[in-house]
Each structure stands twice: as C-alpha cells, then as structure tokens.
C-alpha cells in the first residue's frame, strides 16, 4: 500500500485515496469548528455587551426606585402631619363652638339681669 521509494513513503492507489479524502474530512471538520467557535465567540461577546446593558439598566432603574421611596416616605410623614393638622383643627372647631355656646349662654344671663334690674 505504501511503497518505498528512495528512502520515501508515498500513498499510492487506494490507500492515497483514502488518505487524502480522510485529510479533507478532517480540514473540513477543523474549517466547521473554527467558524462554529467564531460564531460562539461572537454571541459571548454579544451577550456580554447585552449582560453590561442589562446592569446599566438595572442600576438606573434601581436608583428610581430609590427616588420613589424616598418620595414615598416623605408622602407619608406629611399625610401624617396633615392628619395631624385636621385633628388640631377639629378641636379648635369643637373648642370654638363651645365658647361660642358660653358666649351666647353669658349674654343671655347679662341681657336677663339688665331686664331684671329695670
């Protein structure tokens, strides 16, 4: 199958036929598995740049959710302190309407002794 030649192997028939079809299958084999790992190489960097958006993202959306709750508790201390504000009012309504009553209730006794008193 291989037959020396001057100190040489050289394929010859079949054997070299096999050999060289053998050789090709194996450069196509490599030929595929570079383009597929060219192909693998540019989605992880694409992923990669994707992942890096991604986290860009997440950070600016986190930093509002941050302003959001910052606002919120300050939304919240002021309802509070508006509730507070309606409860004081409410008293002073209260507080009013009854010195109003003993205002009124006063006159009515001074108008009474003045009556009286003619």
């Not at 079809?21 to 694409?46: K, N």
């Not at 994707?50 to 997440?58: H, K, V």
């Not at 309802?79 to 309407?97: N, P, T, V």
């Amino acid at each position: 199958m291989w037959p020396m030649d001057e100190g040489s192997i050289t394929p010859t028939g079949a054997g070299a036929a096999a050999s060289l079809s053998a050789a090709l299958g194996v450069e196509d084999a490599l030929t595929r598995r570079d383009g597929s790992l060219r192909a693998l190489t540019a989605q992880l960097h694409q992923a990669r740049a994707e992942r890096s958006r991604a986290c860009d993202s997440l950070a600016a959306l986190q930093a509002r959710l941050d302003d959001y709750q910052s606002l919120q508790e300050q939304y919240d201390a002021l309802l509070q302190m508006y509730g507070e504000k309606e409860e004081q009012l409410s008293e002073a309504r209260l507080d009013l309407a009854d010195v109003t009553a003993l205002y009124k209730a006063q006159l009515a006794d001074l108008v009474t002794l003045r009556q009286q008193a003619r």
